[in-house]
């Protein structure tokens, strides 16, 4: 019996018959409740705003951190947002949900959140579920600056929930790559990659070093990472009375269903390397193809978090939010995908664990006919643009050489337990089990909407 059937038999043990009668359904735990939400004009935290308003329609009021803008009310950046695509099934449910929203301006990296005294005020007074899913996601930005805000303004936030009156669940958004040093990763915390006080004492110091920074975070590849482990500590040994739950997504992608199929905003992530593949930009991949490639739906994302809130207890429990244990993906599989899903195109990678390899191939296959291309447009009379493109490839691919050339296991056995838990109704409204997304599907869906949200073309 494989792990996957083992975990579908366990699975099967709760069934509508094996919910208790006191069991309360994840809309009814949201009902006349009020949210706090950082980040909610991001990728994620977009998709979960839309969710949570769409599935709970009587959650009471959801408060969304918000930077100040020239030239905008708080109000008007809510209703920007609401003009996006994303909310498009949601006001037509319900033309005044975004009466709901009220945006509370302030800055992850600042003291207090930089909240007002009466924002802060009314956020003790009435808010009793906090979502944390604000994060600086630039892999390679200042150090300082990447400290400040995934830890800095975690541990702002926690601090607020301590103060809560009546506080029913902090939800942190992490990483599944807190520790890669782990070849299984598992739903429990890990020692830190470095003492907090340390990495604090190291930032007061006038000038940083890059290697000394480098040598900092050895066993992380990128200081968001490392920063997003020592929020997960910071949580772990001050968290105290407050319900605290950590979720660890691994590679976030378009969601699979909901709000759109494909829906995606960004070029972060896998988007990027699997658009410049799929168009015959990037013909080069550091690692092996039987490596994993742990995409998770943006909407699995959102759906779990939403249901472990709503399923929070006391002590502080931590989800893994990925696929690579129950239903993996390998490099080589994605490939095949994107050759066998109704594209026109013939999709060809080369893997290499070779960097000299790496960049040899790369030249004579990307950058070469790149050059030539330019050098055609300047002739005619055009504008170059396939050298920028390779200079931006290069940005993406040297983010995610590290996840392609390794692989790990993630195990999620707290994750399918929970949604085993689950009243068949709320396993529909909320799905977060990876286990029966069909790859090759999907990595259709994926495509068609980059086509569709990213490069404005037609379906």
Not at 71 to 77: A, Y
Not at 98 to 119: C, F, N, Q, R, Y
Request: net charge positive; glycine share 4%.
């Amino acid at each position: 019996m494989t792990y996957r059937q083992i975990n579908e038999f366990d699975a099967e043990k709760f069934t509508a018959a094996t919910v208790p009668t006191s069991y309360v359904s994840v809309p009814d735990f949201y009902a006349g409740k009020t949210i706090f939400i950082t980040g909610g004009t991001g990728f994620l935290g977009k998709v979960f705003l839309e969710k949570l308003l769409y599935s709970c329609k009587d959650v009471e009021t959801v408060y969304i951190l918000i930077r100040e803008k020239k030239g905008k009310t708080p109000q008007q950046r809510v209703e920007d947002l609401f003009n996006k695509p994303i909310f498009s099934r949601l006001k037509q449910k319900d033309s005044q949900c975004m009466k709901k929203v009220t945006a509370i301006i302030g800055d992850l990296s600042e003291p207090g959140l930089g909240i007002s005294k009466d924002d802060e005020e009314l956020l003790l007074q009435k808010v009793s579920v906090v979502f944390h899913v604000a994060a600086n996601v630039q892999f390679y930005k200042e150090f300082k600056e990447i400290i400040n805000t995934n830890v800095g303004g975690t541990k702002y936030v926690l601090q607020l929930c301590q103060r809560i009156k009546d506080i029913k669940a902090f939800v942190h958004i992490s990483t599944a790559y807190c520790h890669t040093d782990q070849k299984v990763l598992e739903e429990r915390i890990y020692p830190p990659p470095a003492e907090l006080s340390e990495v604090l004492k190291f930032l007061q110091q006038p000038q940083h070093d890059k290697k000394q920074i480098k040598e900092l975070f050895k066993k992380q590849p990128n200081s968001y990472t490392f920063a997003k482990a020592l929020a997960e500590t910071y949580i772990a040994e001050n968290c105290g009375r407050v319900p605290t739950i950590i979720i660890r997504p691994s590679i976030i992608s378009a969601s699979l269903k909901e709000p759109l199929p494909g829906w995606v905003d960004s070029w972060n992530g896998a988007t990027g390397l699997i658009t410049a593949s799929y168009n015959g930009a990037n013909r080069v991949l550091l690692g092996e193809g039987s490596n994993f490639l742990d995409l998770i739906p943006v909407d699995f994302v959102a759906n779990l978090a939403i249901v472990a809130a709503a399923k929070c207890t006391s002590s502080l429990k931590v989800y893994n939010c990925c696929s690579s244990g129950c239903n993996p993906l390998t490099l080589k599989q994605l490939v095949s995908h994107m050759n066998n899903v109704g594209f026109d195109k013939n999709v060809s990678i080369i893997f290499t664990n070779n960097k000299a390899s790496l960049s040899t191939l790369t030249f004579f296959l990307q950058t070469t006919p790149s050059f030539t291309a330019d050098m055609f447009l300047r002739v005619t009379g055009k504008s170059p643009r396939y050298m920028k493109i390779q200079s931006k490839l290069t940005i993406a691919r040297n983010a995610l050489n590290f996840f392609t050339c390794h692989s790990w296991v993630m195990k999620a056995d707290n994750s399918r337990r929970l949604y085993a838990s689950l009243s068949l109704h709320d396993r529909h409204t909320f799905p977060c089990d990876p286990t029966d997304i069909d790859w090759k599907k999907y990595i259709n869906i994926y495509i068609e909407g980059i086509n569709q949200f990213l490069m404005k073309k037609r379906s």
